[in-house]
């Protein structure tokens, strides 16, 4: 991480070679360097960042690429920020920790509402400009996938809205619930889901996690008080 950019590392080379696509075609139709993926500290800028998932969902050409990409979620793909969710108790403390540290890695924050009935994950693009509907769609699913990982069991979220897509249908069989659009993009979860443990809780690695994860947070902060 560094300077106001948002975190690329190899590990987002993996995924792309998981569903299927060689990184080098992707970074050539984005206009990236090729050896992006392999650089210390790689980091891209909002705008660098969505035409990264524009060339992705170019070389794929299928509006049902949200679902391929959140299925082939696995622990060996996250940043440390979302390593540090896995590992945490359950999905509310995961959610919380998220929104510490997601600026870290995508342009977004997250707006996490817990109430005796329900979990309402909120994701806020506000701080750039409008991100590809896809990359919307991306964040709403990876929080089922999240706990649905992390249980070992089949999660059903309570509902989930986000952007106009072609893959509605698609999410809906993989949510287990009709996916819905408007304007308020949200996922809610039960309360008893929500506190689920995760059967990958570790606390001694989220110790282990925090203090970088902290320290790169406040590398953020400084190097975007100086742009």
């Known amino acids: 991480m560094s300077g106001h950019g948002f975190s ?3 590990r987002l080379a993996l995924l792309l070679v998981d569903i299927g696509l060689p990184p080098g075609n992707v970074l050539r139709r ?3 360097p090729g050896d992006l993926f392999s ?3 790689a980091a891209l800028s909002p705008e660098e960042y969505y035409r990264l998932w524009n060339a992705i969902e170019d070389e794929v050409g299928d509006p049902a690429l949200p679902v391929l990409i959140v299925e082939a979620l696995s622990a060996e793909v996250f940043d440390v920020a979302i390593f540090s969710a896995l590992c945490s108790r359950d999905l509310n403390a995961a959610a919380l920790r998220v929104q510490k540290f997601k600026p870290l890695i995508a342009p977004l924050r997250l707006g996490v509402t817990i109430t005796k009935r329900a979990t309402t ?3 806020d693009w506000s701080a ?3 991100p ?3 990359l919307e769609l991306v964040e709403l699913l990876f929080w089922v996938r999240l706990v649905r990982l992390a249980t070992r069991s089949h999660v059903v979220p309570i509902s989930v809205v986000g952007p106009e897509s072609e893959a509605s249908a698609v999410c809906s069989e993989y949510l287990g619930v009709s996916y819905s659009t408007g304007s308020d993009h949200v996922v809610r979860f039960s309360a008893r889901d929500a506190e689920r443990p995760f059967l990958t809780a570790n606390e001694p690695m989220l110790q282990q996690f925090e203090p970088g994860l902290r320290s790169r947070l406040e590398d953020l902060k400084i190097g975007r008080a100086h742009v």
């Open 39 to 41: 650089r210390v500290d």
């Open 8 to 10: 690329v590392d190899a």
């Open 128 to 130: 750039a400009s409008p």
């Open 121 to 123: 994950i909120r994701p």
């Open 132 to 134: 590809p509907a896809g």
């Open 30 to 32: 984005a206009g990236l």
